[in-house]
């Protein structure tokens, strides 16, 4: 072997450069520059289903925006959705299993691989719907989210529905009577530690005259104190949340949406235990009703009251107390229930409305601003409410507070929102979800409410509601 020294490279062996080689090599690079990637297919991250009377939501929850096109086939009834740029994963076949045998509207759903990046659902239908497909932003917990609601051709008589489901008497309704019971000796202290305090009175706004925009609106005069009113009183009672809104999340896993459906359903059959009182629920399901629509629900059966059931949450687990709140035309009495007027307003934005429908719902709602004779009214409910729930738990404030609250906005009917308890605090939270407090809180909410009726008769109306 020669020394290092003696070691010589070997020539590398190159072709000439040419301009043809040059031209060659840069084309290659433009090519490779310009040249579009292939699109990556969109992922589906979670398919739910959310059956009810009012009507069937799909969602599908995926990582980018989708784009959706969809048609009916008749004989049989068939709606069939392509959906772009996705490919079939896992997670939407598992669409398939969702589907509930109690489902009003979908008989089966089969999902399938139309051609490259489509998909095509294919939902076998039990009775005529009219599909509404929109797409949703990020908001909340959720991701971008593709959704399809299932309505019924016929919209449904409220009315109708209650008179099926509610067991009345023909006979004339008694009128409404005071409670009997021996009240509550004192308050429990509100969540500051200061002495009792008795529930503040409302304080008595001056109507100011407006002009009737609605003909529905009910002109009739109070009857005079002792005159008997013969015909059934109607309340309006709304769970708040449901569906893909879950509202206030408690420490141990439990949910507002559930917690306020399980109390509601209790409220209502109370309630319907007197002899004058029947109860429309503006859900009786876990699905999702928009704020608007849950206003309109009342207006329709022309309820004489709006309650609506919420479980408090706050960032400090240490807030407690129950409260009422009314609407206010001229800004919140608090900041708190400023914030929580803000919070529960959000509630469209997580649940997923439609903004076509959205828009014509406020519009219907809002026409009409509410009269200060209503909040008037829904002060005294309030208040009378509020101190029936002072009885059995602590008050976060000893009087009703006020805020823009966008499901309290029907201009005729005297509304209220009830925040039962703290869900984020733990020690509410295991009340919430005892069946004993329950009952108590409903039993409360009923004398409250027959007690505003004993001082505030409700007017006259057409028997035939």
């Given amino acids: 072997m020669p020394p290092p020294s003696q070691i010589r490279p070997e020539p590398l062996i190159t072709s000439p450069i040419t301009r043809r080689t040059v031209l060659k090599a840069g084309g290659t690079l433009l090519l490779s520059v310009f040249t579009p990637l292939p699109a990556m297919a ?15 939501r799909v969602t599908l929850e995926n990582d980018s925006i989708l784009k959706a096109t969809h048609f009916i086939v008749k004989d049989p009834e068939r709606l069939v959705i392509d959906i772009e740029g996705l490919e079939l994963n896992p997670t939407l076949k598992g669409l398939v299993a969702k589907i509930q045998s109690n489902d009003p509207y979908i008989k089966q759903v089969r999902v399938g691989q139309n051609r490259p990046n489509v998909v095509r659902l294919v939902f076998d239908l039990k009775e ?24 019924p051709v016929q919209e449904p008589d409220l009315i109708a529905q209650m008179i099926e489901k509610g067991d009345w008497s023909s006979d004339p309704a008694k009128p409404p009577m005071a409670d009997t019971r021996t009240p509550p000796p004192a308050l429990p202290l509100p969540e500051s530690g200061k002495p009792p305090v008795a529930v503040a009175p409302p304080p008595e706004i001056r109507p100011d005259v407006r002009p009737d925009l609605r003909p529905e609106q009910r002109p009739e005069a109070r009857p005079l104190p002792g005159q008997k009113v013969v015909r059934l009183i109607t309340i309006a009672l709304d769970p708040g949340h449901g569906g893909e809104d ?32 029947r109860v429309m629920l503006t859900r009786d399901a876990d699905f999702f009703v928009p704020l608007g629509m849950r206003v309109e629900k009342a207006r329709k059966v022309q309820a004489d009251l709006f309650v609506s059931i919420h479980a408090d949450a706050f960032i400090q687990p240490s807030a407690r107390g129950s409260s009422v709140f009314v609407l ?6 608090s900041s708190a229930a400023r914030w929580m ?26 026409l009409d601003l509410s009269t200060t004779a209503q909040i008037n009214d829904s002060m005294k409910l309030g208040s009378a409410v509020l101190r029936e729930i002072g009885g059995i738990n602590r008050l976060h404030k000893g009087s009703v507070e006020q805020a823009g609250f966008a499901v309290l906005k029907a201009p005729d009917i005297p509304s209220i929102l009830i925040e039962t308890a703290f869900i984020s605090n733990p020690e509410e939270e295991a009340k919430l979800t005892d069946n004993a407090y329950q009952d108590q809180l409903a039993d409360a909410i009923v004398t409250g409410i027959k007690n505003y009726f004993a001082k505030n008769p409700p007017l006259a109306k057409s028997r035939s509601t």
């Fill in 341 to 366: 007027a803000n919070k529960e307003n959000q509630a469209d934005l997580i649940g997923g409305v439609n903004v076509k429908n959205h828009d014509q719902q406020l519009a219907s709602v809002l």
């Fill in 42 to 56: 969109a992922q589906i991250l979670a398919v739910r289903v959310w059956p009810a009377a009012d009507y069937t």
């Fill in 246 to 277: 879950p509202g206030a999340t408690g420490s141990r896993g439990s949910r507002e949406k559930d917690i306020v459906l399980s109390i509601a359903k209790r409220l209502k059959s109370k309630l319907e235990m007197q002899p004058n009182m």
């Fill in 328 to 333: 206010s035309e001229k800004g919140a009495t």
């Fill in 128 to 151: 005529e719907v009219r599909p509404q497909l929109f797409t949703l932003p990020p908001a909340g917990s959720y991701n971008h989210r593709l959704i399809f609601d299932l309505y």
